[in-house]
């Protein structure tokens, strides 16, 4: 079945340093998106990216799709405390139904002034 | 619009008692899932419905689990006999395009 695998597992960066995680699916995306859970809080949707190669910004954070539509990326300029929880990308199920997701493993970012 | 809503928020039970979690989602949503999530095997699929049909199950544990969507506007996951592994978060999401927004879930601990 489709696997979605995420590294880091875990990363702890100063304030003001920079965090990216990588995202790598074994099949194909139709798109990915990106979630945020806070600790103790729930996923909250992102970005979702359609296209191969896509770019996309939200202030300090930079999401990439790659050419192949297998991986993905997200990057994080100068870290701030507000950025501490759980990164997850998502893809589609490849069965067809757009409505399920396949979770990423997660990467847990901590900040710390 | 108020989001996708769950209760209880927090439930704690002996072993063996019969545990129902709910679930509101989105209105005009039209699939719902429901996730279970522990350290040990992060945010699991547990089973989605599409129009209020139960589209695929095959990740509720064992036969213990079981849930419904009886109308667009509400669904049920319920776990009996209760077991201390089943303790964990278990998180409802409702999607509409794709995109799902998640319930604040609901942390149940079974002792």
């Known amino acids: 079945g489709q696997q979605v695998m995420q590294i880091p597992q875990y990363q702890h960066v100063q304030e003001g340093e920079d965090f990216t995680t990588y995202c790598n699916s074994s099949?194909?995306?139709?798109?990915i998106q990106w979630y945020k859970q806070r600790p103790g809080g729930h996923p909250v949707f992102l970005i979702q990216?359609?296209?191969?190669?896509e770019v996309k910004k939200q202030k300090r954070l930079t999401f990439q799709f790659g050419e192949a539509k297998k991986n993905s990326s997200l990057h994080i300029t100068a870290t701030q405390t507000t950025d501490v929880g759980t990164y997850f990308c998502?893809?589609?199920?490849?069965?067809?139904?757009?409505?399920?997701?396949?979770f990423g493993t997660g990467t847990r970012l901590q900040v710390t002034l | 619009d108020a989001g996708v809503i769950q209760s209880p928020r927090h439930e704690v039970t002996e072993m063996g008692q019969e545990v129902t979690l709910r679930c509101k989602p989105i209105?005009?949503?039209?699939?719902l899932f429901w996730y279970r999530q522990t350290m040990m095997r992060g945010l699991e699929l547990l089973i989605y419905?599409?129009?209020?049909?139960?589209?695929?199950d095959s990740g509720m544990p064992e036969d213990r689990f079981s849930a419904k969507m009886p109308n667009a506007s509400f669904s049920t996951l319920k776990i009996q006999p209760s077991e201390p592994r089943d303790s964990a978060v278990y998180f409802c999401?409702?999607?509409?395009?794709?995109?799902?927004?998640f319930g604040p879930g609901t942390r149940l601990t079974v002792t």
């Open positions: 209105s005009g949503h039209n699939s």
């Open positions: 999401a409702s999607s509409l395009a794709g995109v799902q927004y």
């Open positions: 998502a893809g589609p199920w490849d069965t067809g139904t757009a409505s399920k997701l396949t």
């Open positions: 099949t194909t995306l139709s798109n």
């Open positions: 990216l359609v296209k191969s190669g």
């Open positions: 419905f599409n129009n209020n049909v139960p589209i695929d």
